[in-house]
């Protein structure tokens, strides 16, 4: 496997500005403040957090769908090209999106059919006798029929839109998938299946994929690695196994307690307070100390940065140290809380 990353982003940001009436004056809004993050190939990085922490902003900067305020995006070892220009619509080819909504991401006027061979046509991949081919091999690959290729999106199930919007992501071979909250429109049931089917073609297609959810069991089920972004930052990172074994923010400690774990009764779960902070009016210090309840001085005052805690593993707490598990114990004997706190229960599932 190349050293080399499939994608990278150092110190990524996006700022949108918003007014308040013709001559309100503007308000800076960080939706993506210095995220540091890397991909390598043919693995799964899975990004979670609350709504409004960043996470589709991040997928689009990483894709080249939005340009950043600052930092910079490497595909493959070499940087994003510019939006809209002629060397980034070849990079098009080689990475793809796969949409939250199925139904939104289809264009009902169109029979599916012509809808997934719609990337084949714009770059040109095949004759037109090769594309139709090449559709019918992409809905068996996915799931679905040859003859479905006549339908229309309406005429198919919330599953099925789904595999489509998948068979279409996949019909010019990228390397790169940014699913986007992929599943969550979907019944618990449909979810599986359309989770085993992107864990499959990964396998069998070596795609490296970036998946966004808030659904933490999807990504544990999905991702070699996770990060845990709040409020435009990343603060949390380490593999899979590792984040749910001894999570070291406060938040994603939070995040994993809420979790259920098949024929375990749900006890000692952390129920945060309140929702998260206005992004246009970010608090001083660390952005989640108002709903910490082991908050100190020093987290109003001061910024953290991500620091490493253990091999691979790296958060932005001023109160976890270089052990996990002794992390984990320093946070939950931090005194002097001057957050709002957080609630610990113990129910069945």
Known sequence: MSMTPMIEASDLSKTYFSRHGLLGRQTAVHAVDGVSLAVAPGTTLGIVGESGSGKSTTGRLLLGLEPPSAGQVRFDGAPMPALETTEWRKYRARMQLVFQDPLAALDRRLTIGAQIGEPLAIHAIGSEAERRERVATLLQAVGLRRDQA???????????RQRVVIARAIASDPQLLVCDEPVSALDVSIQAQVVNLLRDLQETRGITMVFISHDLKVVRNMSDRVAVMYLGRIVEEASSDEIFRAPQHPYTRALVSSVPVPGTALKDRIVLQGEPPNPAARPAGCAFHPRCAVA???????????QVVASGHEAA?????????????????????????????????
């Open 317 to 349: 707490c001023h109160l976890v140290s270089g052990d996990p598990l002794a992390g984990i114990a320093n946070l939950g004997s931090a005194a002097a809380p001057v957050g709002a706190a957080f609630t610990q229960t113990s129910a069945s599932p």
């Open 150 to 160: 006549a339908s229309y999106p309406h005429e198919l199930s919330g599953g099925q």
């Open 296 to 306: 100190v001085a020093r987290c109003r005052e001061e910024t953290p940065t991500l």
